[in-house]
């Protein structure tokens, strides 16, 4: 465990806990999304990592999606936000248990606007009636559909199910998203040498009606040419 690793790990617990004292005390979404925009840049900015979207035409202004996004680090959650920092679509994102348990991220979780997805319960109806309440107030829902990080080699791990059943249930037009730089290596990288400027790349692409019956990770795999 060198210095840096202990200096990232200090003050990006005293950063995760101030903004989500703040967003205890807010209701309004727009509001959160500000905070949560706050934390993400200062978060990335302590690592020295900056976020482009090469292909900024593609980024909806507004509108409620299932926004769906490769998952290879735990700094992904930052980098989807900035890179909506120039639209009002506010999501709650998707959250296992462990989450929401965490000494970490946990209270950021919980406040941040999130949907608890519990893989344990034997029925999974108190997860989908509270994705939908979270769209009746205007929400998008965001979601990570590999379920999990991808630690493997392969730019794409399977996908889980229930991605296209929040979508059809609640009409949602699924907005995909690829982070496409290593965001875990960059990451690591950053935490040894935080002094380098590193930029991750972001594509956005087309649009994916709800209604659709293909499989949505052969969609995803083509849209960004996996």
């Not at 690592?47 to 979207?53: A, E, K, T």
């Not at 994102?93 to 950021?108: C, Q, R």
Request: charged content about 25%; glycine content about 10%.
């Amino acid at each position: 465990m060198n210095f840096g690793f202990v200096k990232h790990l200090f003050y990006g617990l005293y950063l995760t806990n101030t903004h989500a004292l703040r967003l205890r005390r807010m209701r309004d979404p727009m509001e959160k999304k500000r905070e949560r925009l706050a934390y993400a840049k200062r978060q990335l900015g302590g690592l020295g990592i900056s976020v482009v979207v090469d292909n900024p035409e593609k980024i909806p202004e507004n509108g409620q999606y299932l926004l769906m996004s490769n998952h290879r680090s735990i700094i992904d959650p930052p980098i989807i936000e900035i890179a909506l920092e120039h639209t009002d679509i506010y999501g709650l994102w998707v959250s296992k248990k462990e989450l929401y348990n965490s000494p970490f991220f946990g209270m950021f979780v919980r406040h941040g606007g999130s949907v608890l997805l519990d893989r344990e319960q034997d029925q999974m109806g108190g997860f989908f009636a509270d994705v939908k309440a979270g769209v009746q107030a205007g929400s998008s829902i965001f979601i990570f559909p590999e379920g999990t990080r991808n630690k493997s080699d392969a730019p794409l791990g399977d996908f889980k199910g229930g991605s296209r059943i929040i979508a059809m249930k609640n009409r949602l037009p699924i907005l995909p998203v690829y982070i496409k730089t290593h965001a875990g290596d960059t990451l690591q990288a950053a935490i040894r040498d935080d002094k380098t400027p590193r930029t991750i790349h972001v594509e956005f692409g087309d649009v994916i009606p709800y209604k659709g019956r293909e499989d949505l990770q052969e969609v995803y795999r083509e849209r960004f040419g996996l």
